[in-house]
Structures are given as structure tokens and as C-alpha cells.
């Protein structure tokens, strides 16, 4: 434990400090010398991931899953980062981990001091482990698809702020939403089909109305997707219909338990 915990520290410095290095590449982005500042917010971040992993996976994992909130959102900011990190191979997006490295800095020390845990059996919490990163991955797919909305209108505008201006370019922005969207929505597929072997009875375990809205969202992503690669859906279309999607998305696991103390209490 005093490992991981040292783990979690050393994790959570570097991820402060990878995002000094990429403020400073957007404060002072006519100045500094890209090349350089790459090289290094790559390194420190992917070292940053590897403790971080360390470090949760010694907390997730006790011989059975423990799920609790911390834990879950210490996965999802180690899963962003891990996407950035896999994306920038061949994608120069190293800027988009100012919305997320700060929040990684966070949460991989929130399961060190956290107690109180559910425990899954290994194959419910595999199931809860694809659920929470299909969530995550369409909800970074979601902020990008945002991120990209604003600076593609005011660059028509032609209001770029140093931020919009240290973003890469409107295409690989587009490009990025779009993997994004494809990674997620296969994990999303995943959690749908694993969940059927924990489905006993929909209306008995309450489960109706998340199911409903799961494939509904599932559905509209699918819509999209279809339409992009048949019918060249892309731009503000595209940012619609994703972002429709995931509040769908987030209905079927937030909205779902105020329509259950409606119905049921």
C-alpha cells in the first residue's frame, strides 16, 4: 500500500507538471519551440500513466474488483490519458491533455484515503470495467465534439484565442471526434452484449429504463455513424448528433434513477 501510494504521489506530480508544460505551450504559443515541448510533455505524461496504472491497479484489484467512486473516476481519467497518448502517435493532439491532465493529477490519488467499496465478482466487474470505459471514451468523444464546435465557429469568425490557435487543426480535430466516437461505440457494443448475462429480469431488477436508453443512444451513435461513412455526416451535424447521444447516454445511468423513485416509490 505505502507503494502504491508513492506511486499515486510521483503519478500525480507529473501530471501536474505535463500540464505546466502544455499551459506554457498555450500561453506562449508563437514563442516556444513545438518540437521540443512535445518531446517532453509525451515522455512525462506516459510515465505519469504507468504509475498511475500501478497505483489503481493495486486498489481495483484485491482478488475480487473493488468499485467505488473513486476508483471509477481514477480509471476514467487513466483511460483518457491512455487514448491521448495512443492517439498522438500519429496525431499531433498533445494539447488536448490540459482538460484532461489536471483531472488525472486528481484522481489517481483519490483511492489511496477512499474506504468504503462494493465487491464484484470477476465477471460482473469486468462487465462495470467496459460499462465505465465506454462512458468515459464517449464522454472525452463528447467534449471534443464540443471543443471542436467552438473553435471551427470562431474560426469563421475569426475570434481564435491563443487556446483555439494551440489546438490542432479543424481536420484532425474532426479526425480525432471520429476515432474517438468508433472506440467508444465498440465498447459501448461490448457492455451492451455482456450485460445481457446479468440480466435476469428487466422490469424486476429495475433495469427497463437504463436498458431503453443504452440502445436508444446506442442506436442514434450507430444512425451517425452509418450516415458519416454513407452519406459524409460531418461538422456541426456530426457535433449534434454526438452530443445527443451521450445525454440519451447519460439518462440511461443518471436519469434513470429519478424515474425509478418516481415510479417505485
Known sequence: MILSGFSALIASILYLFVSLLIWRKIRFVEKVD???QRKHILLSASLAAVLHLFSLSQTLWQGYFVFNFANALSMIT??????LLYLNRKMVVETLGIFVFPL???STLLPIGFNEHTRLPLEL???????????????????????????????RKKQLSNLMRALPPLQEMENLMLKL?????????????SGIFFVEDLFAQHLIHKTFFAILSWLVYGWFIVGHYRYGWRGQKAVRYVIWAYLLLIVSFIGTELILHALYD
Open 181 to 193: 466516437l468508433l472506440i467508444g461505440f465498440t465498447m459501448l457494443s461490448f457492455a451492451l452484449l
Open 125 to 155: 466487474g469486468s462487465h462495470v470495467l467496459i460499462s465505465i470505459a465506454a462512458y468515459s471514451t464517449l464522454g472525452i468523444a463528447t467534449a471534443q465534439a464540443i471543443l471542436y464546435s467552438i473553435q471551427e465557429k470562431r474560426f
Open 104 to 106: 488525472a493529477a486528481l
Open 34 to 36: 513545438p518540437g521540443y
Open 78 to 83: 487513466l483511460l483518457a490519458t491512455m487514448i
